[in-house]
């Protein structure tokens, strides 16, 4: 379980916890070894600082050998424009939720000895053993452009034990792991750990809709996109989609009644308004509400200040549910596409249950680039029994999910994990 603590505000996870996975190992005595993500990649000891802001005050504390306020860039006094009004005023909205959720779990936190005791002013590294944790000392196989390839039939792949992949296969295929153990994908000089019950479609986003009635339908998704960002363009770090794209995707295709749709934003106003008003509108999305995600360092400190206004210490959710008529009993098998609908006044049972708005995710970071939480602990109570799980451009796999992205697998990689003794 990702649950620490649990309160009407929110929960407060173990991301890393949540990672621990068996790996089949037929030397073993039980045949199985556990593995989990690297302690290193969520060493989160001091709120974020670029490298630059961080010598400068190592090196004041130094000289003084005392410990230095970081001062803030001096705020400009020309007036603040139109988009910049609109994220103050989301803030001011948010920060509420944010703040008594934070006091009340990391108390909470602190009195189970889940945080620990550390000088908030006493740097030492820069979180660079997480930051190194993040990165491999092997060039890593170009997903994305592997991903452009036309597809041909579609194939189910099962994965058992350990498997051999080559390039033709591990893209546009469906590869499913439906054994009650991880197995570990050998793919060139890389090996990637498949978790239990998981299934994953590594393919490009103009391919989705091909793939569409092979994945079936899900009574949950949760979407991640790579936003359009000025900063992330300027330097190339990552690709990025345009907001239009995403009207593009064959949702409806994917979705069971009663789904519930969840995004994964930037706190940019732009694609706030862009969730709400085109994306839930173009495929029948009933907006539900937002959660956020706080982020904070081992010792329950916010990554950022709350009120910095460059960078803001947590991220936001948006919730919506697709509210069409089914008949009870109806629910979509596994594999099949077809929903019998008897009485358009019927309306299936899981309608009834309501998903909260305004609640708080509270954790520790994982270093891993755009890594976000686990969700599956605190969102499995408002779906029906036996729900089914598809996360889109995922770039790692989860137990009894559906992954599809061009980068599932990048998190997967077996270097990122370390054994459980």
């Given at each position: ?56 005050v ?27 009004v ?42 660079m ?48 792991n ?69 009207l ?13 749709l969840?995004v ?35 010792s ?24 069409k008529?089914?008949?009870h ?43 976000k ?7 499995t ?28 697998l ?12």
């Open positions: 379980m990702s649950v620490i603590a649990k309160s009407e505000e929110g929960f407060l996870l173990d991301h890393k916890e949540a990672s621990v996975l068996s790996i089949y190992d037929e030397k073993s005595a039980d045949c199985s070894r556990h593995w989990m993500l690297k302690q290193e990649l969520f060493e989160i000891n001091h709120p974020f600082r670029m490298d630059s802001q961080f010598e400068k190592q090196s004041q504390e130094e000289k003084t050998e005392e410990p230095v306020k970081v001062k803030r860039k001096r705020k400009r006094v020309a007036p603040l424009n139109a988009g910049e609109l994220a103050e005023e989301y803030h001011q909205e948010v920060k509420g939720y944010v703040n008594k959720a934070y006091v009340e779990l990391i108390e909470i936190g602190k009195q189970n000895h889940y945080f620990i005791d550390q000088n908030f002013h006493e740097l030492t590294d820069n979180n053993a997480a930051r190194q944790a993040a990165l491999l000392n092997v060039v890593e196989p170009d997903f994305i452009t592997l991903c452009e390839r036309q597809p041909g039939g579609v194939e189910k792949i099962r994965v058992e034990k350990d498997i051999e992949i080559s390039s033709q296969r591990i893209v546009n295929n469906i590869i499913e439906d054994s009650q153990q991880s197995v570990v994908l050998k793919y060139i000089n890389h090996q990637y750990i498949v978790p239990h019950c998981s299934s994953f479609l590594m393919t490009d986003i103009h391919n989705l809709k091909i793939f569409s009635k092979d994945l079936g339908r899900y009574d949950l998704i949760v979407m991640d996109p790579p936003w359009e960002n000025k900063s992330v363009k300027r330097k190339k770090m990552y690709y990025t989609l345009d907001n239009e794209m995403l593009d995707m064959p949702l409806d295709e994917l979705m069971l009644p009663g789904c519930v969840v994964w934003v930037t706190n940019k106003q732009k694609h706030i308004k862009f969730v709400q008003d085109e994306l839930f509108r173009k495929f029948g999305i009933e907006y539900i509400g937002r959660w956020y995600w706080l982020k904070v360092t081992k329950g400190e916010c990554v950022f200040d709350l009120n910095y206004q460059h960078k803001k210490p947590y991220e936001t959710l948006i919730i919506g549910k697709l509210r008529p089914c008949c009993g109806n629910r979509v098998n596994e594999h099949i596409n077809k929903v019998d609908v008897t009485n358009d006044d019927i309306l299936c049972a899981c309608h009834s249950i309501q998903v909260p708005d305004n609640q708080v995710l509270i954790s520790v970071p994982c270093s891993l680039h755009s890594k939480p686990p969700l599956t602990d605190v969102l109570q408002y779906l029906p029994e036996n729900a089914r799980y598809l996360e889109l451009f995922a770039r790692n796999l989860q137990p009894n999910w559906t992954s599809w992205g061009n980068e599932v990048l998190h997967q990689n077996h270097g990122y994990y370390e054994e459980v003794t």
